[in-house]
């Protein structure tokens, strides 16, 4: 059974710094990997699939990378309105999240 | 826009039943998979249950197979999770999500969720 592993668990960043988000997963997921934002309250929210392609109407600032094993999301410069809790999410086999990344101000 | 609405939560006991709705809109619903995914208070993500447009096909989680029951109908736009012999870990936010561009098990809208808590 594959395992998703994200790390860190928090990240504290400050607005405009760039924010780097890692997920593992015990075995190849090819590039079927998602990331979702969630914020407290409200619905989560597809912002990359298939490992790297933006969703609609995601901000350019949101980018991802990687293949396999490792994967990594990337804000490039933090605005308020992206602290959040980020979760990857492998589709290749029964779908399966990581534990999260809270990404908070600091 | 799509739209999804979920309703049916509630407190219920240890034990017992509970039947959760989503109501959608905004796209044509016989053509996409659906899903339900819940949060755990202080927990994360877990993938509950999905089902192919027709209905045709059903997939669970181990953790809940034998004991939820996903089912729609495709003439009023809704989708369905019924609950039973349900437990304290069963508490949680229920989500429902559509499948993204024909993969089922990409989960794109989500719902605001309904809150389903197991106690005595």
């Known amino acids: 059974e594959v395992v998703m592993t994200q790390s860190p668990a928090t990240l504290s960043v400050s607005p405009g710094e760039r924010a780097t988000l890692s997920c593992r997963a015990s075995q190849s997921v090819a590039g079927n990997l998602a990331w979702y934002q969630h914020k407290p309250g409200q619905a989560p929210r597809l912002l990359i699939y298939?490992?790297?392609t933006r969703a609609t109407g995601v901000p350019a600032r949101f980018s991802g990378s990687g293949s396999g094993t490792e994967f990594t999301l990337t804000i490039s410069s933090l605005q308020s309105e992206d602290f959040a809790v980020y979760y990857c999410?492998?589709?290749?086999?029964?779908?399966?999240f990581g534990g999260g990344t809270k990404v908070e101000i600091k | 826009e799509v739209q999804l609405l979920e309703s049916g939560g509630g407190l219920v006991q240890p034990g017992g039943s509970l039947r959760l709705s989503c109501a959608a809109s905004?796209?044509?619903?016989?053509?996409?998979?659906m899903n339900w995914i819940r949060q755990a208070p202080g927990k994360g993500l877990e993938w509950v249950s999905g089902i192919s447009g027709s209905g045709g096909s059903t997939y669970y989680a181990d953790s809940v197979k034998g004991h939820f029951t996903i089912s729609r109908d495709n003439s009023k736009n809704m989708v369905y999770l019924q609950m039973n012999s349900l437990r304290d870990e069963d508490t949680a936010v229920y989500y429902c999500?559509?499948?993204?561009?024909?993969?089922?098990?990409?989960?794109?809208?989500w719902g605001q969720g309904t809150l389903v808590t197991v106690s005595s």
């Open positions: 905004g796209f044509t619903f016989h053509t996409q998979a």
């Open positions: 999500a559509k499948g993204h561009l024909g993969v089922t098990f990409r989960f794109d809208p």
């Open positions: 298939g490992a790297s």
């Open positions: 999410q492998q589709y290749n086999f029964w779908p399966l």
